[in-house]
């Protein structure tokens, strides 16, 4: 946008007579402009340089005579005080003796209709002329008074947007041109509109992003050195400077520095596909490092006077400095919010005894935290997400690699981060869209909890107040490419696959926030120990207690239905319809309970039993599974699809059964359709059973893990106990598996679950 196309013009040693206007500049040889050296300059002034040693004029613009008032051949080889007078040749001899000239253009005195700028450069002065400006000393005066007083008005303004804002509104009033663009350029230094005052009707180029290419290297090591660059009109005829080669220095004059300098035509063609006439930037420098640009446009060629550039220069300044108080009270007020937002989660965390769970539920959670798109918690095996994450299957992949990542760095790293997951970890190449950046935390290294939290790729995130592209219709000379649409679109191929970056603020943040959870666990740790020993011990007991009674209440159960039997037969012979009807429900009643406690004997057998491990052919195992569905299933017809490729467990033969048994009959029980579609297969190193039915809505994820917990009335749905999972999960653990699933309710549910391989 500001200066397309400039590209990698090295700083090369250029001996050659380059010329703006003879060297023609095309698309293909643009990376090799020498900017610093235009060998032309742009008409609104006219230029000598000269030898500061002897005072002989030894370059001037092809525009000098006019100017100067002289014959083109006296314009070189003579002593300046011959074309300014000698008054001012004096003056000049002086200020160079007293080293009061600088590398900035400053006024040193007025001549023919002209104010002279000079400076000193790479042993060369430079006089610029340029019309005397219009500005009256009071104009002048109140210039630099609005200066300091829009520099107190910053001062007041907290927050980096807003002083951006506030800055542009005042570049605005202080140049009286059509549009003000903030411009800040990030790590990869492409570059981002952050806030913009304009012309009413005009539209806007609020938030819009640049590739680095628009401002490369050179162009920005110029505007690093440089505060203000003027070009008043985009259409302007480059004026030559003679001769080429600086007889005294031998090489071309280096205009780094001055204000007429030619602007490249890449440059001034890009501007004119996008309607503008008149440009003049500002920099904006921080540390020493060229942390943004003030872009100014206008709509008609306009000549801002020096005095007016040395105000904007001076703002600039004073902006650059108040730029970084102003940035660091924003991180310090994120830097708060996020230290008030962890000590929230920390308090939840210990009030209700819960593990990272705990910091989802706090008031204040994960994402309040830290400016992301989504995050995801492994809690003891379980996933806990928010916002936009990959899915479970992903998440499990991704767990795993993190793992290796942290055991493979050296001791230290706590925190992994990246804004371009997929160059990292391939496989995020299938959801850059939802997830391209990533900053996790591993609890600790011996357990495996993790805290993720995510951003969305770039592109996606950036709101547009519409597409002011599509209304800029004008196109220059310089063609398609040099659009601000081709602009945008190479922005975009630059950043596919990238997020926002991670700020060192939110990384420390991270880690804060990891030390204190660990101190919480440590805390814990040796009650969480006793517990378990107690834990481990009741279990057993409660497996074997759930088994005796289930056992022995058999046996009195069985007599119950016996006897309810006779009284049904009892009250049929003697047609007593009410006895009927209560020994009916009776022996209904007598018969869930058998139900139940036919469920509660095959769970505590699960826990109780050795498993008798051997080498599985899942294939055939599922099958089996499948022959027994269809057997059983007459109501329905259920397309069952075995996928190829099921590897060999290790396993117990009848368990892993019971396991497929259930996770299939509950696929075709739970879908309202009479053939449902069964698909059992295995992918990324887990088995799943994937099913097109009702689905199961993620509040209820847990709960259906529990005993006897089901989400319908007792007969809908074919009627169950609720004990299928929770026996399903059993199997799993005492497997050394991991169960876990992933549904869309109304679309159907996938269960996925590890087995030790064979
Ligand atoms: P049940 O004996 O009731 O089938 P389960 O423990 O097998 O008990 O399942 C518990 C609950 O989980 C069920 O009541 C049902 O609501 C839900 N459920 C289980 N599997 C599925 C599935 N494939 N699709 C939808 N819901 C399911």
Not at 6 to 14: E, L, P, Q, S
Not at 393 to 409: N, S
Request: with cysteine; charged share 25%; aromatic share 8%.
């Amino acid at each position: 946008m500001l200066h397309a196309f400039w590209k990698g013009i090295g700083r090369m040693n250029f001996s050659f007579a380059y010329s703006l206007k003879k060297n023609e500049v095309t698309l293909t040889n643009c990376d090799r402009e020498p900017v610093h050296v235009p060998g032309c300059i742009q008409p609104f002034g006219a230029l000598l340089a000269v030898n500061p040693e002897t005072g002989i004029v030894t370059q001037a613009s092809a525009n000098a005579p006019e100017w100067f008032n002289i014959s083109p051949e006296a314009m070189t080889k003579k002593p300046v005080s011959e074309i300014v007078g000698e008054e001012n040749g004096e003056l000049l001899a002086k200020m160079v003796a007293d080293n009061k000239i600088e590398t900035y253009p400053r006024y040193v005195f007025s001549f023919n209709g002209s104010d002279i700028l000079a400076h000193l450069h790479d042993g060369v002065l430079i006089l610029e002329a340029e019309k005397i400006s219009s500005l009256t000393e009071d104009e002048e005066r109140r210039a630099y008074h609005t200066v300091s007083h829009i520099s107190a008005r910053l001062r007041n303004v907290k927050g980096l947007q807003p002083f951006c804002q506030t800055l542009a509104g005042e570049v605005r009033g202080l140049t009286g041109l059509d549009r003000v663009m903030i411009y800040k350029f990030h790590e990869d230094y492409s570059g981002e509109v952050i806030a913009e005052a304009k012309r009413e009707d005009l539209h806007s180029y609020l938030n819009m992003r640049y590739p680095s290419e628009d401002i490369p290297q050179p162009a920005r090591e110029i505007f690093r050195k440089i505060w203000v660059r003027p070009v008043p009109a985009v259409d302007y005829e480059p004026v030559e400077v003679t001769p080429l080669i600086n007889p005294a220095t031998n090489r071309p004059l280096d205009m780094t520095y001055c204000f007429l300098r030619g602007a490249s035509v890449m440059y001034t063609d890009y501007l004119k596909n996008m309607g503008v006439a008149m440009a003049l930037t500002l920099s904006i420098v921080v540390e020493g490092k060229l942390w943004g640009l003030i872009a100014c446009h206008h709509n008609s060629p306009r000549q801002v006077p020096w005095p007016t550039r040395a105000a904007c220069e001076l703002l600039a300044q004073m902006a650059s400095l108040q730029l970084k108080t102003a940035e660091n009270a924003e991180y310090a007020v994120y830097r708060e919010r996020m230290e008030k937002a962890s000590q929230q989660m920390i308090d939840e965390m210990i009030e209700s005894r819960q593990g990272l769970e705990a910091l989802f539920s706090a008031s204040s959670g994960l994402l309040d935290f830290i400016d992301a798109d989504g995050v995801a918690i492994l809690d003891n095996g379980a996933w806990h997400t928010r916002g936009s994450t990959p899915g479970k299957t992903e998440l499990r992949a991704l767990a795993q690699w993190l793992r290796q990542e942290f055991t493979l760095t050296t001791s230290g790293v706590e925190v992994l981060h990246t804004h371009a997951l997929s160059e990292r970890f391939a496989p995020a190449r299938n959801f850059t869209e939802l997830a391209s950046g990533m900053l996790a935390i591993q609890i600790s290294r011996n357990n495996e909890d993790l805290v993720i939290w995510f951003r969305r790729e770039l592109e996606q995130t950036i709101h547009w107040a519409g597409d002011p592209y599509s209304k800029v219709v004008t196109q220059g000379p310089g063609g398609e490419r040099l659009l601000p649409r081709t602009s945008f679109d190479l922005w975009k191929e630059s950043v596919h696959g990238q997020s926002a970056p991670w700020k060192t603020v939110e990384i420390e943040a991270a880690r804060r926030l990891r030390l204190a959870i660990m101190e919480i666990m440590a805390a814990r740790l040796d009650a969480v120990t006793r517990e378990n020993r107690e834990l481990a011990v009741s279990n057993a007991e409660l497996d074997a207690f759930a088994y005796i009674t289930s056992h022995d209440l058999r046996e009195p159960l069985r007599g119950i239905y016996h006897y309810a039997h006779f009284l049904k037969e009892s009250a049929e012979s003697r047609a007593d319809s009410d006895s009927m009807e209560q020994s009916e429900s009776l022996i209904r009643l007598i018969r869930r309970m058998d139900g139940l406690i036919e469920s509660l004997l095959q769970f505590s057998r699960v826990g109780r039993l050795q498993l008798e491990k051997e080498k599985v052919d899942v294939g055939e195992l599922v099958q089996e599974a499948a022959d027994i569905i269809y057997i059983s299933r007459t109501d329905k017809k259920p397309n069952i699809t075995i996928l190829p490729g099921l590897p060999a467990a290790y396993g117990d033969r009848p368990r892993l059964r019971e396991l497929f048994t259930n996770l299939m009959s509950n696929a075709v029980k739970y879908n309202d359709g009479p053939n449902p579609s069964i698909e059992i297969g295995f992918k990324d190193g887990a088995y799943f059973v994937r099913d097109d039915g009702i689905g199961i809505p993620s509040e209820y994820e847990k709960v259906i893990f529990q005993m006897f917990k089901r989400l319908h009335a007792k007969d809908e749905y074919g009627g169950g106990t609720g004990a299928g999972l929770p026996i399903v999960q059993k199997i799993v653990e005492r497997h050394g598996g991991e169960l876990w699933l992933e549904s869309e309710p109304g679309k159907g549910t996938v269960f996925y679950f590890t087995l030790p391989e064979a």
